[in-house]
């Protein structure tokens, strides 16, 4: 299938460990969105790429989380020294482009469990 | 206050039923508004989407904007038990963020 994939779709950590989380968009798009969902929380905005710029890192919820995409497509969501409320379901969407909202797709999610 | 928000529900109906699923925002910048269905272990799929005021229309689903009240409806016709899912509400402006609610929990029973 050509839809966004993510990889681990499961992790499990220790408190302290560090995390990565890779999300691969479909290919030629060049819109990319990073998501955390909590249970009773909704969709939380993390961090928006277009290319490999990040333009909006504003919802990054502290400096032990961070992203890089290379090359245009692969990004990758690093996340230091986990805490057990990094617990969530991590989601990635990616975009052809930023206007096209039908055109914005999600991938299936990293569920992070930090023990 | 968050920017969107929604009732987690659960919400329960029958086969057949009408579902009426609601959100309410703050920001009177929000231009673009969704609907996205989510199926458990999925990530969210968009069903619909409406810019700025005014009604649409696909298939048993409708969509509905009220900016005078910052109040924003999705309705199920004929609800079927694949309908059951979390529908989440989703709201942009011209910035790059979309703001999500909370989901609702929506089972229809056969």
């Known amino acids: 299938g050509a839809g966004v994939s993510q990889s681990p779709s499961n992790k499990v950590t220790e408190k302290g460990k560090d995390v990565e989380l890779r999300c691969d968009p479909i290919?030629?798009?060049?819109?990319l969105y990073w998501y955390r969902q909590s249970l009773g929380q909704g969709l939380e905005f993390l961090i928006y790429?277009?290319?490999?710029?990040?333009?909006?890192k504003s919802g990054l919820p502290s400096d032990r989380f961070s992203a890089e995409r290379t090359g245009g497509s692969v990004s990758t969501l690093t996340i230091q020294r986990t805490q057990q409320e990094d617990s969530a379901v991590y989601l990635c969407?990616?975009?052809?482009?930023?206007?096209?909202?039908?055109?914005?797709?999600f991938g299936p999610g990293t569920r992070l469990t930090v023990l | 206050q968050k920017e969107v928000e929604q009732d987690p529900g659960p919400l329960s109906v029958p086969e057949g039923a009408i579902v009426s699923l609601n959100c309410t925002y703050s920001?009177?910048?929000?231009?673009?508004f969704m609907w996205y269905r989510q199926y458990s272990r999925k990530g969210p799929e968009l069903l619909m989407y409406?810019?700025?005021?005014g009604n649409k229309e696909d298939g048993r689903f409708t969509a509905q904007v009220d900016k005078s009240s910052k109040y924003i409806s999705l309705f199920i016709r004929d609800s079927q038990p694949s309908d059951s899912a979390t529908y989440l509400c989703?709201?942009?402006?011209?910035?790059?963020?979309?703001?999500f609610g909370t989901g609702t929990s929506l089972t229809v029973i056969p």
């Open positions: 989703a709201m942009s402006g011209t910035g790059n963020q979309f703001y």
């Open positions: 920001n009177s910048a929000f231009q673009y």
């Open positions: 790429f277009q290319g490999n710029s990040a333009p909006d």
């Open positions: 969407a990616s975009s052809s482009d930023r206007g096209r909202i039908d055109e914005q797709f």
């Open positions: 290919s030629g798009h060049t819109a």
């Open positions: 409406t810019y700025s005021s």
